[in-house]
């Protein structure tokens, strides 16, 4: 003892894990020379990034069969696809779930709710063959060591809906890469077809050539950027030519890391000031508004300097804005009077999307075009809108905000929240929910707690849902009108992706039986047959969630984090 | 959404007016020399069917039919309401005779044990809260078991570094039988932190005989003997909240038995 000493490794690389491992340098040559890697400008890529590391190290080929899924409306994936060969059709139709191994849970009747009583297995996890393996018109194939999806009646399927056919040098899913948005349509084999899958990663890289990132922005300003903003309340009265000129005039960035929750367990045990200094900054309090900011996707904190550090005052998520209360005082303060700086700052809290609207803009054909009544107060001596916004805070107090902001609780959608002044733990919960669900609860009565309120693990079916990433069956998915993340199991080919992604542990794999307590096994591989098992905000009871129904202390509420006023209301009528 | 304390004067302000309605037709009942213990028995019988749905809620928890909170208000303002009405229907608080007298022994502890359920819910979880710790039920035997570990693990790591008769001495004798016992029926019943405090003193009065790396030892002893009462104290509240609704329910079940007989003997009987 008594002695320093050092230990000396080596720092970890950027590329230190390939997206695929069995990427060779023949395979690199082979892409380098196809368009539209082969027009790219190689001078445009750092030394430490070059053209070929991208294709080696982010980029996988894929060969797909016909019928074969290669994405599914819904799915959340971080890759785009390049088609080398052959070609794929994307279905602009809806395809019925069930095609896509996706059995919507069927709504049960009192009386069959009731029976179900009478009926608990005996054994945890006993399921029937046909709930287990798909049936119908789809079925999982191994191809290589990826397990996919495969429509049995691609033709029949196609002949029926309307199809777009994307051929050589057309990519797709590119949006929904970068902007961890939702696939807007399925995409399926057309014939056997090669690809060249791209991880976001990668992707970002590949901007760097200006003709692919023009071309990437402009098909994103084309179809998506309209419609976002479209979607913004405050727009709605826009004509068509103004929100034109808001769509011209806006600058899209991103902060932050995408994959948040690969650091997610490292970052939250940092002491909330470093976390807040960890955190990249979007826009900084005293410095004087350039634009009007509006989240497209992630999370951002509102903060103040506060002492030493820095004060969490609430967050934003998507569809929210930042600098609009500055602006609307600058533009319409009187000409003697200075222009007010930014109030407080904005923080990406694991990755943020934003689009900035120049304030000229906003000023020239956003601000005429909005109700008085609906722009916020100008900001007065003693910042009457400040206090304002912390008395909706203030039901929530700044420690439970610091809190749920450092766990990124603010994800949660349904998240459930326990008041433990009023809960006697007398676990009704748990067994309610046991008994929706066969004799298999789907949650502990456990998570982390702060100020006498238990944010439970159980799944919060997340704004982000980051389980729902790298799936490769695409069996598990969110409701599209529910919003409710639920596992299909006859597709869930238990290889423990989204268990692993979850950040908050919410996700169980689970063996299977028969209902005389056999387990099932996989013929070829002899193993255990595994399933991802989790909350489904019993979407096949009548009541709804079970937990929330059976607490007779109300103590238990599934509430929506991402929405301040939610909580605040929630807290005031608890005491 | 009605918070919670607006809430509870509602309920509590139709309660009232129920009971006032019921005393009123009571007495003027009795005015006309009629059978008021007839209406009210009956008003009484009624509000028990109503208590006992709140069970049945329970087991169906799939149902749509509100959830088991606003069955639990109902439950706990009919009760007040019975409690009431039973007051009216009775001459004398506990009936003479021998059946008569249990079955107002019954119903006044069922009534009891519900009103000690209200506090103790209300109470219990709180200071749960305020307790450091958050324990499932289930796994307090592990809890229990943990650290008792834990503080044998101290002790041989204390034992390594050199001579500890003292505090060796201390663990078998006090400590020992303080991790690995469960606690006793009387700490259950009102849990206290005396036993705390008097082995911090007993091992804070040793600490002039021990070394330094020892008193280390003792401190991390200490912290582990707060942990154990904090979780003991967790054990019994929790015990104590689940027990109050099993004792209720038997009691309840009881009573049914005892309401059942005496409403066969009032209707055998009416005319007589």
């Not at chain 1, 320093?4 to 069995?22: A, K, L």
């Not at chain 2, 943990?146 to 041989?156: G, M, S, V």
């Amino acid at each position: 003892m008594g002695t320093t000493s050092t230990i000396e490794i080596r720092r970890p690389q950027r590329w230190d894990q390939p997206f695929d491992p069995d990427m060779q340098d023949r395979d690199v040559q082979w892409l380098s020379s196809l368009s539209p890697f082969s027009e790219m400008d190689k001078a445009a890529f750092p030394a430490s990034t070059p053209l070929d590391g991208v294709l080696r190290n982010d980029c996988r080929i894929r060969h797909v069969q016909p019928g074969e899924v290669i994405v599914r409306e819904g799915d959340y994936g971080n890759s785009a696809f390049l088609v080398i060969a052959g070609s794929v059709r994307a279905v602009l139709g809806q395809l019925p779930p069930q095609s896509l191994g996706r059995t919507t849970a069927k709504q049960k009747g009192w009386l069959s709710a009731i029976s179900a009583l009478w009926k608990q297995p005996r054994f945890p996890e006993v399921r029937t063959v046909d709930q287990i393996t798909p049936g119908g018109s789809s079925r999982v194939q191994q191809h290589g060591d990826t397990a996919s999806i495969f429509l049995q009646d691609f033709d029949g399927i196609v002949t029926h809906q309307r199809t777009l056919q994307i051929g050589p040098g057309e990519m797709f899913g590119e949006v929904a890469a970068m902007y961890r948005a939702p696939r807007t349509a399925t995409v399926v084999a057309d014939s056997e077809a090669t690809l060249v899958e791209v991880r976001w990663q990668g992707l970002r890289l590949l901007r760097r050539d200006r003709v692919l990132a023009e071309q990437l922005e402009q098909n994103y300003r084309t179809n998506w950027l309209m419609i976002h903003l479209r979607e913004t309340p405050l727009f709605r009265f826009l004509p068509e030519n103004c929100l034109q000129k808001v769509a011209d005039a806006t600058l899209l960035r991103s902060f932050g890391r995408l994959e948040w929750h690969s650091d997610y367990r490292r970052t939250r045990k940092l002491p909330p000031v470093e976390q807040i200094e960890s955190e990249p900054l979007v826009a900084m309090e005293g410095h004087l508004p350039t634009d009007l900011l509006l989240i497209r996707s992630g999370f951002a904190r509102v903060c103040s300097r506060h002492g030493e550090g820095h004060r969490t005052l609430a967050y934003l998520g998507k569809g929210h804005m930042f600098g609009l209360r500055e602006i609307v005082h600058n533009t319409y303060r009187d000409t003697n009077q200075a222009p007010v700086t930014l109030q407080e700052s904005l923080r990406a809290v694991g990755f943020v999307d934003t689009l900035h609207i120049p304030i000229e803009v906003v000023a020239e054909y956003v601000l005429p075009f909005i109700r008085r009544s609906e722009l916020p107060d100008p900001i007065s001596r003693d910042d009457q809108q400040a206090r304002a916004r912390h008395d909706i805070a203030s039901q929530v107090p700044t420690g439970m905000l610091e809190f749920i902001v450092q766990e990124r609780l603010n994800n949660g959608r349904q998240a459930m929240v326990i008041d433990l002044n009023a809960c006697t733990r007398c676990d009704d919960c748990v067994k309610a929910c046991a008994t929706t669900h066969n004799g298999n609860p789907r949650f502990t009565r456990s998570g982390p707690a702060n100020d006498g309120i238990q944010f439970t693990q159980a799944c919060m079916h997340c704004a982000d849902p980051v389980c729902m990433i790298g799936c490769p069956t695409g069996a598990i998915s969110r409701h599209p009108e529910t919003g409710t993340v639920s596992v299909h199991e006859t597709i869930c080919i238990g290889c423990g992706t989204c268990a692993a992604s979850c950040p908050y542990e919410n996700i169980q794999m689970r063996t299977m039986r028969d209902p005389q307590g056999r387990m099932y096994f996989d013929e070829s591989a002899g193993l255990p047959i595994m399933k991802a098992t989790k909350c489904d905000l019993c979407q096949s009871q009548p009541s709804g969630p079970a937990c929330q129904n059976a607490c007779p202390h109300d103590a238990l509420v599934r509430i929506d984090l991402g929405n301040l006023e939610d909580l605040s209301d929630w807290i005031s009528r608890r005491r | 959404m009605l918070h919670k304390r607006t809430r509870r004067t509602i309920a509590l302000s139709i309660t009232a007016i129920a009971v006032l309605i019921a005393a009123v037709a009571t007495w003027l009942i009795r005015q006309r020399l009629g059978h008021a213990s007839m209406a009210t028995g009956w008003t009484l019988l009624a509000s028990v069917g109503l208590l006992m749905l709140l069970g049945l809620r329970k087991k169906l928890v799939m149902l749509p039919i509100l959830p088991v909170r606003v069955w639990t208000q109902f439950h706990i303002y009919t009760g007040l309401f019975a409690l009431a009405i039973y007051l009216m229907h009775v001459p004398v608080v506990i009936a003479s005779g021998f059946f008569e007298s249990t079955l107002s022994l019954l119903f006044l502890s069922v009534a009891g044990s519900g009103l000690y359920g209200v506090w103790i819910s209300r109470r219990g979880a709180k200071r749960l809260t305020a307790i450091a710790g958050e324990y499932r039920f289930d796994r307090f035997g592990w809890h229990r078991r943990t650290l008792a570990d834990r503080a044998a693990e101290i002790l041989t790591e204390v034992g390594q570094t050199g001579d500890v008769p003292v505090i060796a001495q201390f663990y078998r004798e006090r400590l020992q039988h303080y991790f690995s016992t469960r606690p006793s029926l009387a700490y259950v019943l009102v849990p206290t932190s005396h036993r705390k405090r008097r082995l911090l003193t007993e091992l804070g009065e040793l600490d002039r005989y021990f070394a330094t790396n020892v008193k280390q030892a003792a401190g991390r002893l200490a912290a582990l003997i707060r942990t154990r009462d904090d979780l003991d104290y967790h054990y019994a509240t929790q015990l104590r909240m689940r027990m109050w609704l099993a004792i209720h329910i038997a009691l309840t079940v009881a009573m049914l038995v005892f309401i059942v007989v005496h409403v066969l003997m009032v209707l055998r009987f009416q005319g007589a």
